[in-house]
C-alpha cells in the first residue's frame, strides 16, 4: 500500500484542534450534564481522595534525626519535602507560579472554563499545543494522585493519563477542592507538593536545592526559575539544559508583567541576568550513609525504631523530627579512637566501641564507632552491616568472668577471699575438651605464665587465671552465672538461634552445662556488652540501651515510645561491690600498661578479655557515670588468629584486651570522663570484702595485692604488665584513691 504522508502544517493544526476540543469539552461536559455516568461512576472514590487531599495527613515528608543538642545527623525520606506555611513562602513565588499555571486562579472556582477556551484558542492560532488548560486545583488534584495516592505503578499511571474520563474527575475534583479550601491553602498546598527536579519536593527543598536558600526567601529571579521548571523538570534541568531554563524562566518573568505583579522594566533587568542556581544541587543524602561517623548509630535508631511500631517506612514519609542521646564530642572520641588503632580499610578485623551513660534513670547510648567507614564502597572495605550492635566474632574472653564473680559473691564469696590457682583443674559435666590431654568427659583449662597458688578475688579479676573461675563456675553452675549474663545486660543471648542458628545461647549452654561460658567464647553484640557495664554502673540495674530521647510529628506533636521496664539484674550492694573490686585491672592488672600509655589516671572498674584462639579480643569500663566497651574481631569471611600492633589477621594470634582494645577505650573516654562524673569507683558495703559465707568459701585475705600473671584465657600477659602493686589494706587503697581524686580537681 502506498503511504502518504500528511503535510507537516496540517497535521500540527489537527493535534491543535483535536486538543482544543478535549479540552473544551472536557470544561463543559461536567457541567452540562453530559457523561455524568464518568463521574458519578467512581463518585465515592472521589470523595475519599478530596477528603484525604484536604486533610494532608499522607504527603510525604522527609525526616530528620538530630543529636542531643539538635544538629542534624541524617536525613530520611521517600520524598524529598518539607513542608512550609504560606507564611514561609515568598510573595514573589506565589507570583510567579500563579502568573505562569493559572493566571485566573484567584476568579474561578476550581476550574477555568474561560482559561480553557482561551487555551484552545490559543493552541489553534499557533497551530500546536503552546498553552495548557489545567489550574492549579486540577494539577494539585492530578499530583496529589500521583505522587501521594497512588499504591503501585498501575495507579500513577492512571493519575496522569490523559483520557476524557479522567479529566473529568480531576475538574470535578478541583471543584470540590475549591469548596473545601482557600485559595491560599491550596496554593500553599501545591507548592509543598509538586516537584521541582533534582529529587526536590516541595518549594522549601527546591529552594534550597538550587540555591541554598529557605522558601521565604526567594527573590523574583529564583521564584521566576523555579516557577518555570515545574513545567518540566527533566527537559529543563538547569545543569544539563541552562539555555533551556533561562529562556522559561524569563517566560515567567513576562508572564508575571501581563499579570501586573511585575514591571517590565524589573522583568527586563532579571532576564539578562544568569539563572544563579548553584554550582551543583545540593541534594541532602537519604538514610545513615549521610550520617557519616554517625552511621551505625543512625543505623541502630531506625532499628530502635522499628521495634517500637515506627517502621522504616514511615519514617521516610513521616516528617518526623528525631532527637537521640549521641553526644557528638563523644561519638567524634570514639571513631578516632577506634580507627587509629584498627585501620578502617584492614582486611578480615575491625574493631566496635560503644558508650552509654546512665542518665535519667536511663542508659542512654552516647557514641557508637566502628574502625570501619559506615558506606558501600567495598574496595575500601566500608560496610552498612551493623558491626556495633548485633551478634559478633568469637567472643569476649574472659570479660565473662565477672559474671561468675558475681554469683560468687551472691553466694557469699568476697573480694579478700583467698581462691586456689592451680595451673590445670579438670572438671566433670561442664563440657568435654579444653587444654591438651584431658580426659575424656572431661572439660580442662589451664592457665598460661605463673601464677601465685592462691590468690584474692579482687586479684584475681586483676589479673585473670582461668582455674579459679572454672572451679567457681563447678560450684555454683552454669544457670546461674547464665542468668546474671543475660539480665546484666546480654539478652540477644535468649533469641531462638542465636547460638548455632537453631538454639539460643541460653539454653544450649544452661542444658549442657557448659563451663567454657566462663571463658567467653561465643560472640556477643558489642552494644550489649557496654550495656553490661551500663547495668554495673547503674548499681546492677539494667536498663535497655536508648538512642533517642524524643520523636515529634510532622505536626510537632510529641510521639510517646513504650520502652522497656528497667529491672534489677542482680543485688545493688553485690553489683557496687563488685564494680569496686574490678577498680585494680588499670592500676595494677591486665589494662594497667594500656592505661599509661593512653595518660589515664582515674578511677576505672575494668575487665579485659581475649578468647583462647585469638580470634577476638574485649575491654570493658565503667564509672558511675560512663559505661563503654570495645571488642576488635574478626570481620571477614575466613576469621584468622589476630595479632597486635598493628591490629590485623595472623598467623599465631598476639593480641590482647589489654592491648588495642583497652587503648581504644581509654583513648575514647580521656576527653569526655569529666563530663559524665570523672572517673571514681562506687562505695561498697564492706562485707563484701570477707564475703557472707566463709563455709562455702573459705578464709579471707586482708591483703588486697594483685600479682602478675596472665591475662585470663590461655595466654600470659604481655612483657610490658607493670608490677604489682604495693601491699597495703583495702581501707588504705581507696583512701588513696579518694586523696588522689580530690587533689586532681585542683589541677
Known amino acids: 500500500m502506498l503511504r502518504v504522508d500528511a503535510p507537516k502544517p496540517f497535521l500540527k493544526l489537527f493535534l491543535a484542534i483535536l486538543a482544543g476540543g478535549v479540552l473544551l469539552a472536557a470544561a463543559i461536559l461536567p457541567f452540562a450534564g453530559a457523561s455524568g455516568w464518568v463521574v458519578n461512576a467512581s ?27 539538635g544538629q542534624t545527623i541524617a536525613w530520611i525520606y521517600n520524598q524529598n519535602r518539607t513542608e512550609v506555611p504560606s507564611k514561609k513562602i515568598s510573595r514573589a513565588m506565589k507570583d510567579s507560579i500563579v502568573a505562569i499555571e493559572d493566571r485566573r486562579f484567584y476568579d474561578h472556582k476550581g476550574v477555568d472554563i474561560r482559561g480553557t477556551m482561551r487555551a484552545a484558542l490559543a493552541n489553534l492560532s499557533s497551530g500546536g499545543v503552546s498553552e495548557g488548560a489545567s489550574t492549579i486545583n486540577q494539577q494539585y488534584v492530578k499530583n496529589y494522585l500521583w505522587l501521594i495516592d497512588a499504591e503501585n505503578e498501575d495507579e500513577a499511571a492512571q493519575a496522569i493519563e490523559t ?136 543505623d541502630y535508631v531506625l532499628q530502635y525504631l522499628e521495634g517500637k511500631g515506627i517502621s522504616k517506612d514511615e519514617i521516610t514519609k513521616g516528617g518526623y523530627t528525631i532527637r537521640t542521646t549521641l553526644d557528638s564530642k563523644a561519638q567524634r572520641s570514639a571513631e578516632n579512637a577506634a580507627r587509629g588503632k584498627v585501620a578502617p580499610d584492614q582486611d578480615g578485623v575491625a574493631a566496635a566501641t560503644d558508650y552509654l551513660a546512665p542518665i535519667d534513670g536511663k542508659h542512654q547510648v552516647l557514641a557508637m564507632a ?38 560468687a559473691m551472691e553466694e557469699g564469696m568476697g573480694l579478700n577471699t583467698n581462691l586456689a590457682v592451680p595451673t590445670r583443674a579438670e572438671v566433670e559435666g561442664m563440657g568435654a575438651g579444653g587444654a591438651r590431654g584431658c580426659p575424656a568427659n572431661k572439660y580442662c583449662v589451664e592457665n598460661a605464665g605463673a601464677y601465685k597458688p592462691n590468690m584474692t578475688l579482687k586479684e584475681a579479676l586483676a589479673t585473670s587465671p582461668n582455674t579459679p573461675f572454672i572451679e567457681m563456675a563447678e560450684k555454683i553452675g552454669m544457670k546461674r552465672i547464665v542468668d546474671i549474663a543475660i539480665k546484666l545486660g546480654l539478652r540477644s543471648y535468649k533469641d531462638k538461634g542465636s547460638f548455632d542458628g537453631e538454639n539460643s545461647v541460653e539454653s544450649y549452654v544452661k542444658d549442657n552445662n557448659l563451663g567454657s561460658f566462663v571463658l567467653g567464647p561465643t560472640a556477643v553484640d558489642p552494644l550489649e556488652l557496654s550495656n553490661v557495664a551500663a547495668s554495673l554502673a547503674d548499681h546492677g540495674r539494667w536498663c535497655e540501651p536508648l538512642p533517642v530521647l524524643s520523636i515529634r510529628d510532622r505536626n510537632g506533636e510529641d510521639v510517646e515510645l513504650e520502652e522497656a521496664d528497667c529491672e534489677q539484674a542482680i543485688d545493688k550492694s553485690i553489683a557496687d561491690a563488685l564494680a569496686n573490686g574490678m577498680g585494680s585491672d588499670a592500676q595494677s592488672g591486665t589494662a594497667a600498661a594500656a592505661a599509661r600509655a593512653e595518660g589515664w589516671s582515674a578511677s576505672v572498674s575494668a575487665k579485659t578479655g581475649t578468647t583462647e584462639t585469638s580470634f577476638s579480643a574485649a575491654f570493658l569500663g565503667f564509672t558511675p557515670g560512663w559505661a563503654g566497651s570495645t571488642y576488635i574481631f574478626n570481620d571477614g569471611g575466613t576469621p584468622q588468629n589476630l595479632c597486635t600492633s598493628p591490629v ?19 583513648e575514647a573516654s580521656k576527653p569526655m570522663i569529666d563530663k559524665y562524673g570523672g572517673g571514681k569507683l562506687p562505695s561498697y558495703d564492706k562485707k563484701y570484702d570477707a564475703g557472707t559465707d566463709h563455709g562455702k568459701w573459705g578464709s579471707s585475705s586482708n591483703s588486697g595485692n594483685d600479682s602478675g600473671g596472665g591475662e585470663g584465657t590461655t595466654r600470659p600477659q604481655s612483657a610490658d604488665s607493670p608490677p604489682p602493686e604495693l601491699n597495703l589494706p583495702p581501707e588504705v587503697q581507696r583512701g588513696l584513691e579518694d586523696l588522689d581524686d580530690f587533689l586532681r580537681q585542683f589541677q
Open 43 to 69: 463518585t465515592d472514590t472521589m470523595n475519599s481522595n478530596v477528603q484525604d487531599i484536604s486533610e494532608n495527613n499522607t504527603v510525604p515528608l522527609r525526616s530528620r534525626i538530630t543529636d542531643r543538642d
Open 163 to 298: 483520557s476524557l474520563p479522567r479529566k473529568l474527575r480531576e475538574m470535578k475534583m478541583a471543584r470540590d477542592l475549591d469548596r473545601e479550601l482557600s485559595k491560599d491553602e491550596i496554593l500553599t498546598r501545591y507548592l509543598n507538593l509538586v516537584s521541582f527536579g533534582n529529587s526536590a519536593f516541595g518549594v522549601q527543598a527546591a529552594a534550597q536545592t538550587y540555591f541554598g536558600v529557605n522558601a521565604e526567601d526567594l527573590d523574583d529571579n529564583q521564584s521566576a526559575f523555579l516557577a518555570g521548571i515545574v513545567q518540566s523538570t527533566s527537559a529543563l534541568d538547569p545543569y544539563t539544559n541552562p539555555e533551556g531554563a533561562k529562556k522559561r524562566r524569563n517566560a515567567v518573568l513576562q508572564a508575571r508583567v501581563t499579570a501586573k505583579t511585575l514591571p517590565q522594566s524589573k522583568a527586563d533587568e532579571l532576564a539578562a541576568k544568569p539563572l544563579g542556581v548553584l554550582e551543583e544541587p545540593a541534594i541532602p543524602t537519604n538514610g545513615c550513609i549521610g550520617a557519616g561517623r554517625s552511621g551505625f548509630f543512625c
Open 370 to 407: 566502628s574502625s570501619r567507614t559506615y558506606g558501600l564502597n567495598q574496595k575500601k572495605r566500608e560496610s552498612v552491616l551493623p558491626l556495633t550492635h548485633s551478634l559478633q566474632g568469637h567472643g569476649a574472653g574472659s570479660v565473662f568472668k565477672i559474671f561468675a564473680a558475681a554469683a
Open 648 to 666: 590485623r589477621q595472623c598467623g599465631s594470634g598476639n593480641l590482647y584486651g589489654g592491648n588495642e582494645p583497652a587503648r581504644i577505650f581509654f
